[in-house]
């Protein structure tokens, strides 16, 4: 029994890598996205961009399926059913969400790009690599090590908060379009909350590793 409690917690953790890795691909090519437009403001680019992610949106729609099943066909289970849930799908929210800036920019079809856009696309690309090094660490379940990405995650959380609110400072101060305005109020706010979503995920990481080492 205690073989194959450790055999599918290793599968479970597979998965859940799988999410991760979706998430790293996704941040990355919202970083693409933006770095295009800045250069050559195509709307092309952002619908390249946006189906792109989508299509990792729709392969981790697929993962919480799998997981689902997973979960639903195992017994023995070290990681119980309700933390695997939560924690698929606190992660699948991170995908959701950039999902959501992508097709949102699209949407609006923006033509410009704010300095903190690319901001925040670079501390989300930064945050879901902290997140892969830290879902590392539940397998052997190493609190220490993962003490250490819980509060660098944490302070890139804090780092977005203090760039939307000068983003949006800023974005009040330059301009009185009331469109354009509301626009970029809404991508950056969702950008933000990608972030939020990563510390989410985060967090039901360690309690997992709390909870069970």
Do not use: P
């Given at each position: 029994?205690?073989?194959?409690?450790?055999?599918?917690?290793?599968?479970?953790?597979?998965?859940?890598?799988?999410?991760?890795?979706?998430?790293?691909?996704?941040?990355?090519?919202?970083?693409?996205?933006?770095?295009?437009?800045?250069?050559?403001?195509?709307?092309?680019?952002?619908?390249?961009?946006?189906?792109?992610?989508?299509?990792?949106?729709?392969?981790?729609?697929?993962?919480?399926?799998?997981?689902?099943?997973?979960?639903?066909?195992?017994?023995?289970?070290?990681?119980?059913?309700?933390?695997?849930?939560?924690?698929?799908?606190?992660?699948?929210?991170?995908?959701?969400?950039?999902?959501?800036?992508?097709?949102?920019?699209?949407?609006?079809?923006?033509?410009?790009?704010?300095?903190?856009?690319?901001?925040?696309?670079?501390?989300?690309?930064?945050?879901?690599?902290?997140?892969?090094?830290?879902?590392?660490?539940?397998?052997?379940?190493?609190?220490?090590?993962?003490?250490?990405?819980?509060?660098?995650?944490?302070?890139?959380?804090?780092?977005?908060?203090v760039i939307l609110e000068e983003g949006l400072t800023r974005l009040?101060?330059?301009?009185?379009?009331?469109?354009?305005?509301?626009?970029?109020?809404?991508?950056?706010?969702?950008?933000?909350?990608?972030?939020?979503?990563?510390?989410?995920?985060?967090?039901?990481?360690?309690?997992?590793?709390?909870k069970y080492a």
């Open positions: 029994m205690i073989f194959k409690e450790k055999r599918n917690n290793a599968e479970l953790c597979a998965f859940f890598d799988k999410q991760v890795a979706l998430a790293m691909n996704a941040a990355e090519e919202l970083r693409v996205l933006f770095m295009r437009l800045d250069r050559d403001q195509s709307v092309m680019n952002i619908l390249f961009c946006k189906k792109r992610i989508h299509i990792l949106e729709n392969q981790g729609d697929v993962l919480i399926r799998e997981i689902g099943d997973f979960l639903d066909s195992r017994s023995f289970m070290r990681l119980e059913h309700d933390d695997s849930h939560l924690l698929a799908g606190r992660l699948d929210d991170v995908l959701d969400g950039i999902d959501a800036v992508a097709l949102r920019a699209n949407c609006y079809g923006i033509s410009d790009i704010r300095t903190e856009a690319h901001a925040l696309a670079g501390v989300i690309m930064m945050m879901t690599t902290q997140l892969s090094n830290l879902l590392s660490c539940v397998l052997n379940l190493d609190q220490e090590e993962a003490q250490k990405w819980i509060v660098t995650i944490h302070n890139a959380e804090h780092e977005a908060d009040h101060r330059e301009t009185e379009d009331a469109k354009y305005i509301l626009q970029w109020e809404k991508i950056l706010d969702l950008l933000e909350e990608v972030t939020d979503q990563i510390q989410h995920a985060a967090d039901a990481i360690e309690m997992i590793i709390r």
